[in-house]
C-alpha cells in the first residue's frame, strides 16, 4: 500500500524555520513527482510547492517564493519543505502529495495518495 508519513511541523515565532519531511513507501519514489499542499485555518486547499522526479525542476506559490525550498532525496525515499521567514499567514495544514507522473500536473491531473497532514503554527 502507498503511504506518505510526514514529520517536522509545530509552532514557531514569526521569521523563525522549519522543515518538513514526508517519506514515502509503497511505490517507486523516484519515479513521481511531489507537491506540498496546505489548508489554512477556515480555508480551502493552498497548492504550495512541487519537485520532480529527478529533483531538479520546482515551483512555488507566488506567497512563498523566496522564502520555501522543496527538495528531495531519492536514496531516502524522502521530499522535504525547508521553510524560513515564517509568517502567521504561513499557520496551516500542510500535506504533502504524490503525483500522478514524473513532472507536477498538481492542476490537471491531481495528486493520487496524500499524506496524513501536521500542523504548522507561526505566532508570537
Known amino acids: 500500500d502507498v503511504q506518505l508519513i510526514q514529520s517536522g511541523g509545530g509552532s514557531v515565532q514569526p521569521g523563525g524555520s522549519l522543515t518538513l519531511s514526508c517519506t514515502g513507501s509503497g511505490f517507486t519514489f523516484s519515479d513521481y513527482a511531489m507537491s506540498w499542499v496546505r489548508q489554512p485555518p477556515r480555508r480551502g486547499l493552498e497548492w504550495v510547492s512541487a519537485i520532480n522526479s529527478g529533483g531538479y525542476s520546482t515551483h512555488y506559490a507566488d506567497s512563498v517564493e523566496g522564502r520555501f525550498t522543496i527538495s528531495r532525496d531519492n536514496g531516502k525515499n524522502t521530499v522535504y519543505l525547508q521553510m524560513d521567514n515564517l509568517q502567521p499567514e504561513d499557520t496551516a495544514e500542510y500535506y504533502c502529495?504524490?503525483?500522478?507522473?514524473?513532472?507536477?500536473?498538481?492542476?490537471?491531473?491531481?495528486?493520487?495518495?496524500w499524506g496524513q497532514g501536521i500542523q504548522v503554527n507561526v505566532s508570537s
Open positions: 502529495a504524490k503525483e500522478v507522473g514524473r513532472e507536477s500536473t498538481y492542476w490537471s491531473n491531481p495528486p493520487d495518495y
